[in-house]
């Protein structure tokens, strides 16, 4: 099949890697920082409300990242297997895999948006288990807000499908455009909907729902209608097939699926740990989210490489340029460290400002203090496992991944919470466990790249 020169010129062709991976990589990095700083924003906001805001949108938010990691199977078999069909000049092929993840991905999610909408309650409850007195106000909040943002899970998580094909073809630029249209609906309906500003009423946790439900339907529905125009670096056309296929449907499954199961073991293994940390009150709950939500801020640059490492890597293999998939991956990793490092010298260096970012209550910020500064150390390692990860994925290498970090979350790192935190160490115990794993976790995906970046058929065989 004949290749399409528009839309590989784009990756394979390019004579200059640092040019190359900025290409690629500028615009998703990016992407993710504008998600950071909004999360931020949201966070910010949110903690004006009190210790019991905070402790409720975090307990809710950890169901709705679960769910996120649910889709990652359709996203990252997406972007692999585009990527590498585009590689090869297969475009026509890297249509039917797009189709092919957007539909799943619709069909998935809206059973997702029915069962958490149903149970909302439930879940709620089955997470603050471990509390020695249910604290009906941070349920009830928790409740509303999960069962509110339920009802966009669908276009939310079609978009994160759709970003994953733009992103496979070698667009990250315009996923960017998505995140900038969302976030920023997302940070004026929380400013007017949070504290009531001129008519509209101040509804609080509930606004901020409101918001980030509508702002997630809106660029949902952007993205899907883009995706059929010819703006889209893959356009397709709604004369096409779209009936399931099922031969595609095992591919994208069978790299997706264990990335998917890799990211459902973190965000699982989070709830647990937040089982754990509500047997020791609202205000270690609320110190908890705050160390949660800057994690994953800090987390969120090392996706964004992930994401070109993932596309470069697949590009380049397809296109049998195994030097430039391996060279590409390391530069991913020396950007990814230098941003990451600088955010662990602020964890290090001022925990308390950042902390006061989030809350005004000191015994909050006096619980997450120590914590924050391991996080601080543990940012070499995220940057490991976010760059290199993404090479692997990109070479079709997932299981493995997903085994290690299974066992990592569910084995090592919760049997050293659970002693840690019965010694008495109580919150800091949580995050010490976290630094441990995370440090071990990126030395092995470190070594495994370095040793099976070479021998790409048989990993992905």
Known sequence: MASSPEVTERIVQTTNLKRTVLTIAGPAVLRTFLNMVVQMVDMIMIGGLGAAAVAAVGVSNQFFFLTVSAVQAFSMGATTLVAQNIGAGEVERAKTVARQALVGTIL??????????????????????AMEELDQEVLGLSTSYLRIISTSIMFRFTMIAINGIFQGAGDSRTPLYFMILTNLLNVIGNYLLIFGIGFFPALGVQGAAIATAASGIIGGTVAFILLFTKYSPLPLSMRDDFRFDFTILRRIF????????????????????????ASLGTLAIAAHQILHLTF???????????????????????????????????LTLRYALFIMLGAGICYLFVPELVLSLFTREAKVI???????????????????????????????????????TFLNMFGLRLAITLLLVLLGFGLNGVWMAMLLEILIRAALIYRRFLIRIWDVERLSG
């Open 108 to 129: 998935i999610t809206f059973l997702f948006s029915i069962f958490i909408f149903a149970f909302t309650e439930q879940m709620i409850k089955l997470m603050l288990l």
């Open 254 to 277: 069978k790299i997706g699926v264990p990335a998917a199961l890799e990211q459902v073991s973190i965000q699982g293994s989070q709830i647990v740990y937040t089982m754990i940390v």
């Open 296 to 330: 994953i801020i800090t987390h969120l640059p090392g996706i964004g490489f992930a994401v070109a490492a993932n596309a470069l890597v697949g590009q380049f293999l397809g296109a049998e340029k195994r030097q430039w998939a391996f060279e590409s991956a390391m």
């Open 366 to 404: 006096a619980l997450a203090r120590f914590s924050l500064v391991l996080l601080a150390f543990a940012q070499p390692g995220i940057a490991v496992i976010s760059a290199l990860g993404g090479g692997l994925r990109g070479a079709g290498d997932t299981r493995w991944i997903m085994l290690l």
